[in-house]
């Protein structure tokens, strides 16, 4: 049986476990994973979720650096405005279709539930697809109008002048 398995195989069975806990089980479990002793203040249902997911993340991996990068961002937004703005994101369904003209050439992309479909070969990626097509590192989303390109070049008033 292959490590990957082992590890989800022995997940399962530990998160199965975890319900029939006592509260001081629990605890205990919580400081063999996080190597410190819960607040005595966690429920007995925060501390059998806390669990859960670090039986998971040591098992499984945890986030990848992207999306703990993404949390620090909108931590950071959050302690200093109060508040957190998600950014709008295309929702693209299965069935549609992508098009966009390139060099005189029209390019039709089929959106699939698992990627997307570009003259009969399967892309997991809309840049893949947009490589492809370009033979140059475009972002998908961008190739084909689904966010805005950012300005390359700053505005006067965003630009810091040093006094000499």
């Known amino acids: 049986m292959s490590r990957a398995l082992r590890n989800v195989t022995g ?14 089980e629990l605890r205990q479990h919580w400081g063999a994973l996080y190597k410190s002793d819960p607040s005595p203040h966690l429920s007995r249902e925060l501390l ?7 039986l998971q993340e040591v098992a ?4 990848g650096p992207a999306h703990q990068r ?4 909108i931590a950071l937004q959050f302690n200093q405005t109060g508040e957190i703005r998600r950014r709008a994101r295309a929702e693209l369904k299965s069935g549609a279709r992508l098009v966009r003209e390139w060099q005189g050439r029209t390019y039709e ?3 699939l539930d ?8 399967h892309y997991t990626s ?7 097509i370009t033979g140059t590192p475009w ?17 006067p008033s965003q630009i810091a002048y040093a006094p000499w």
């Open 139 to 155: 972002s998908g989303p961008l190739f084909f109008g689904l966010k805005q390109n950012r300005p390359a070049t700053r505005s």
């Open 126 to 132: 809309l840049s893949a697809v947009a490589r492809k």
């Open 11 to 24: 997940c399962q069975e530990a998160l199965a476990r975890l319900l029939e806990l006592e509260l001081s």
């Open 48 to 54: 059998l979720r806390a669990v859960a997911y670090r």
């Open 109 to 111: 992309v089929l959106v």
């Open 60 to 63: 499984l991996g945890g986030l």
């Open 70 to 73: 993404q949390l620090r961002q």
């Open 114 to 121: 698992d990627g997307f479909s570009w003259q009969g070969t």
